[in-house]
């Protein structure tokens, strides 16, 4: 069964640029999809985005469209995601999972918190 684990958060003005991983064990994400969530203090998780099994095809909330990318490397078993120009509204809780379908996901990571600061 595959476990997920989300790292490369921490505190960044704003403006600046963090990747988020999710690396995979138990199991290769090889033809799973992957998808992102966020949450923040006192709010609903909510969709980042998503990409598919082959990485030919990636999904973006408006939010986040033009400043994040999701990107993987099988052969790691990790996918990424890339958070340019980082606002304040992007402070949250990152987690990543698996996507059985565009609302269904599953094996989660324990999350990984981003901070941005004025």
Same mark, same amino acid.
């Given at each position: 069964?595959?476990?997920?684990?989300?790292?490369?958060?921490?505190?960044?003005?704003?403006?600046?640029?963090?990747?988020?991983?999710?690396?995979?064990? @138990?199991?290769?994400?090889? @033809?799973?999809?992957?998808?992102?969530?966020?949450?923040?203090?006192?709010?609903?998780?909510?969709?980042?985005?998503?990409?598919?099994?082959? @990485?030919?095809?990636?999904?973006?909330?408006?939010?986040?469209?033009?400043?994040?990318?999701?990107?993987?490397?099988?052969?790691?078993?990790?996918?990424?995601?890339?958070?340019?120009?980082?606002?304040?509204?992007?402070?949250?809780?990152?987690y990543c999972?698996?996507?059985?379908?565009?609302?269904?996901?599953?094996?989660?990571g324990q999350?990984?918190?981003?901070?941005?600061?004025?």
């Amino acid at each position: 069964q595959v476990q997920l684990v989300e790292s490369g958060g921490g505190l960044v003005q704003a403006g600046a640029s963090l990747r988020l991983s999710c690396a995979a064990s @138990g199991e290769t994400i090889t @033809g799973l999809a992957m998808g992102w969530f966020r949450q923040a203090p006192g709010k609903e998780r909510e969709f980042v985005g998503a990409i598919s099994w082959g @990485g030919g095809a990636s999904y973006y909330a408006d939010s986040v469209k033009g400043r994040f990318t999701i990107s993987r490397d099988d052969a790691k078993n990790t996918v990424y995601l890339q958070m340019n120009n980082l606002k304040l509204e992007d402070t949250a809780v990152y987690y990543c999972a698996v996507r059985r379908s565009a609302m269904d996901y599953d094996h989660w990571g324990q999350g990984t918190q981003v901070t941005v600061s004025p």
